[in-house]
């Protein structure tokens, strides 16, 4: 969770008032013990206790999950003349994370996973998943994970944040301190509110809460009655009573959109441009979206400006999301069906290139192979320990394309992988931080290690962007 410089956030300890026990009464008990009730009578209410918040807490709780994190931190500001025996700092931090897409696509908050060593997504039910980072958005601290559930996910319904009223209940769940799935209800304060955290932090037209917010709600879902997502908890002012900010989910909805597709990298891989579009025909009605395409450009193929895009393969189509989400893990062309003056239509449309589709869904193992030209396999420390008792592990390469990054950089068959750069490559998802670091740019061409005929060796390689 960010906080402002204005003041610390303050938490205050627990305290429970115990009274003083009272003397003994100088009259003589009654033969017999006095009658209590059994049971302790209910205290009245006005309505059943299962209330439209409970049902639609219990609906939505399960799309929400929880985020574990954990960076290294040099207690010397990574000095390279550190005296010896003085190691890095391990830190954990917390966050909260929505599920978009049954197979695993979370969005949270840039600051949560920005620059982190490795990433743990609890589920509702307990399961502990590894997480890695698929794309980042840190002008609109957004960010995208992925996880591989045991099983498919359940999402919610994203609301619009553009009929909120004021003083309208909001509701948020999150991670709060790392009390998991912490429920907490408030009102809306104001509306596209501008916020400045500090010289390097400022966000625009935020919704402002009266929810009580906490580290750890950060990238965490704000719902309104209808259980409906309007917002992505953000920032708090620190020192102040419940002022809190949420990113409007529309904002939410098309850069997380952009960030699926690749758009922020490299444009519209499909040569489309969207407009979402939304209305609700009663206050407490069901929000209806659609998805309209606003431009397109001359390899777009059959689908044209105004048409009214309705499935991509079997997904439907409500939002921009949806559209990326249908694109995300498809090779080849897909089938795209669309409204056009109130007639349906089926068309085809060329989705994305292999590294492209790796880079955006995640795959570890595709994008080593396209990145770097290299299978690998996770192999312990019994393996490496003899050309330095300090290895904890590596990665077996168990094939070097010729002609690759890693082949170019002088590593073959059977070598080691020990890491890049400054990290360590224990796991393909290591490999795979490095390749999709926000900073690649700034050390690539970079050092790599690895282990041949018991010796650790160094080499230089260049990755393309």
């Not at 003349?81 to 700092?89: E, I, L, M, Y």
């Not at 799935?181 to 400022?202: C, F, P, Q, Y």
Request: net charge neutral.
């Amino acid at each position: 969770m960010r906080f402002s410089a204005v003041a610390p956030f303050r938490t205050f300890a627990w305290s429970l008032a115990i009274g003083s026990l009272g003397t003994a009464s100088a009259v003589e008990p009654p033969t017999a013990p006095v009658p209590v009730s059994a049971t302790i009578p209910a205290i009245p209410t006005l309505g059943n206790r299962r209330d439209e918040t409970v049902v639609m807490v219990e609906r939505v709780k399960n799309a929400v999950v929880n985020i574990h994190s954990e960076r290294t931190v040099s207690p010397l500001h990574e000095d390279p003349f550190r005296p010896a025996g003085v190691q890095p700092q391990r830190v954990n931090g917390m966050g909260t994370g929505i599920v978009l897409d049954s197979r695993g696509y979370i969005v949270t908050n840039f600051h949560v996973v920005d620059d982190v060593q490795s990433l743990r997504v609890r589920l509702c039910d307990g399961t502990n998943c590894p997480a890695r980072v698929i794309a980042l958005d840190k002008e609109n601290d957004l960010a995208l994970i992925k996880i591989e559930p045991p099983k498919p996910l359940p999402t919610v319904a994203l609301g619009t944040s553009q009929d909120l009223m004021l003083a309208e209940k909001v509701f948020a769940i999150g991670n709060a301190y790392g009390y998991e799935h912490t429920v907490t209800v408030g009102h809306v304060s104001a509306m596209k509110r501008d916020v400045t955290l500090n010289k390097e932090i400022s966000y625009r037209s935020l919704i402002q809460t009266q929810t009580p917010i906490n580290p750890g709600n950060s990238g965490g879902p704000l719902f309104n009655r209808l259980g409906e997502v309007v917002g992505v908890n953000v920032a708090i002012r620190a020192g102040a009573q419940n002022i809190a900010f949420a990113i409007p989910v529309d904002t939410m909805i098309a850069r997380s959109a952009d960030m699926l597709s690749g758009r922020k990298k490299s444009g519209a891989k499909h040569g489309l441009t969207f407009a979402d579009k939304h209305e609700r025909t009663t206050e407490d009605g069901p929000l209806k979206r659609w998805l309209e395409v606003a431009r397109t450009d001359s390899d777009s193929g059959a689908i044209k400006a105004g048409d009214v895009i309705e499935k991509v393969g079997e997904m439907t189509v409500f939002t921009s999301l949806d559209f990326e989400r249908g694109l995300v893990e498809r090779t080849g062309a897909t089938k795209v069906q669309i409204r056009r003056d109130g007639n349906a239509m089926e068309v085809e449309l060329a989705t994305s290139a292999v590294v492209e589709r790796a880079a955006a869904t995640g795959n570890a193992a595709e994008l080593l192979m396209v990145k770097l030209g290299i299978k690998a396999l996770p192999v312990g420390a019994n393996l490496v320990s003899t050309a330095d008792k300090q290895l904890r592990g590596g990665l077996w390469l168990s094939e070097v394309v010729a002609g690759g990054a890693a082949n170019k950089a002088g590593l073959q068959r059977g070598d080691i992988l020990l890491g890049l750069h400054q990290w360590e490559a224990l796991t393909l998802d290591n490999v795979t931080y490095v390749l999709q670091h926000k900073d690649l740019a700034t050390f690539n061409p970079m050092k790599v290690f690895f282990v041949r005929d018991g010796r650790v060796r160094e080499g230089v390689m260049t990755i393309a962007e």
